[in-house]
């Protein structure tokens, strides 16, 4: 089988036509270099160059094989460039889960960062629920979790990514989004609400039971649901109203009115970033700061919700 350094000799008179000049641009005699050629052409079976008359030509065989020679030089060059790339986490492999509610905005941001600064990094995307996430965490079959917290096991180490206000969503022609105020926790009581799911959607039940246990609201549950785009399109059918993550203004749906809750904490609803204690993955740790630079980006930008 052929070498590399036989391949490089083998460009080098290919493009010179010439075999001093090819041995000064190798910094190597002529000698060794025509040997080069020649074991080259003892593996390969063929002639490569026409050697008449004090010039050099490349034969057909020698054409062809000149294109073939570049490409496996490119590729050994590229190879080592990756291996080396892998242990300093510029390049590798890492998978992601994350909540559907995510991928609404603050996934699309890390996306087009991690595009610009690791494009040698490939994300696997898995979406799941939070409770999904952990147990897929602790067995390795994900390295970055954002999730709802807590996050409570001892082999997880957790960071707070961001937070974002909850919003009223309401049929386009509901009094509360009509009015030129906003409303207020109390303006739900009695109303017909479509809740968050107790158990898939754990996180947000938790959350609004807390809100209107506080402000002594009891709206009338109509539906459970999982998804915010569901819960969106039963608003929508105005079969109730609901309360949504901010994340939801980008879903833009049509005869739903997001509007601001006066009387709850400003911005209640919290995403973490979670990663296994011990994890070895070499890219791991770029795409975390990565992250948490993206969030503090977010938080920080007047636009966030």
């Known amino acids: 089988m052929f070498t590399l350094d036989q391949l490089d000799s083998f460009v080098a008179v290919a493009e010179e036509l010439h075999f001093g000049r090819a041995a000064r641009r190798l910094s190597m005699t002529q000698p060794p270099l025509s040997r080069r050629i020649k074991l080259l052409e003892t593996e390969l079976g063929?002639?490569?160059?026409?050697?008449a008359h004090r010039s050099v030509k490349l034969t057909p065989a020698g054409r062809v094989f000149l294109a073939d020679a570049r490409q496996l030089l490119h590729?050994?060059?590229?190879?080592?460039?990756?291996?080396?790339?892998v242990p300093r986490g510029e390049s590798g492999v890492?998978?992601?889960?994350?909540?559907?509610?995510?991928?609404?905005?603050f996934l699309s941001h890390v996306l087009t960062a991690a595009n610009s600064r690791l494009p040698r990094v490939d994300l696997v995307l898995r979406e799941m629920v939070t409770s999904a996430q952990l147990d897929a965490l602790l067995s390795g079959s994900v390295d970055i979790g954002m999730i709802r917290p807590p996050a409570t096991a001892a082999d997880l180490v957790t960071a707070p990514l961001?937070?974002?206000?909850?919003?009223?969503?309401?049929?386009?022609?509901?009094p509360?989004?009509?009015?030129?105020?906003?409303?207020t926790v109390l303006d739900f009581d009695g109303q017909p609400f479509v809740m968050f799911a107790p158990s898939e959607g754990r996180y947000f039940y938790e959350i609004l039971v807390s809100i209107f246990r506080g402000a002594e609201a009891t709206p009338v549950y109509v539906q459970y649901l999982t998804q915010v785009h569901s819960i969106l399109a039963l608003v929508k059918a105005g079969i109730g109203v609901a309360?949504?993550?901010?994340?939801?203004?980008?879903?833009?749906?049509?005869?739903v009115v997001l509007r601001p809750v006066r009387d709850i904490d400003p911005r209640p609803v919290k995403l973490d970033l979670a990663w296994r204690r011990g994890n070895d993955n070499p890219a791991l740790a770029g795409l975390l700061s990565l992250i948490k630079e993206v969030a503090e980006e977010q938080q920080r930008s007047p636009a966030t919700p």
Request: charged share 20%; proline share 6%.
């Open 162 to 174: 961001i937070r974002e206000p909850l919003l009223a969503a309401l049929p386009r022609r509901h």
């Open 243 to 255: 309360l949504v993550p901010a994340a939801a203004t980008a879903l833009h749906y049509e005869g």
């Open 94 to 105: 890492v998978s992601v889960g994350f909540t559907a509610t995510t991928a609404y905005s």
């Open 75 to 85: 590729l050994s060059q590229e190879a080592s460039l990756s291996a080396r790339r």
């Open 176 to 183: 509360m989004a009509t009015r030129a105020v906003d409303p």
């Open 46 to 51: 063929v002639r490569l160059f026409d050697r």
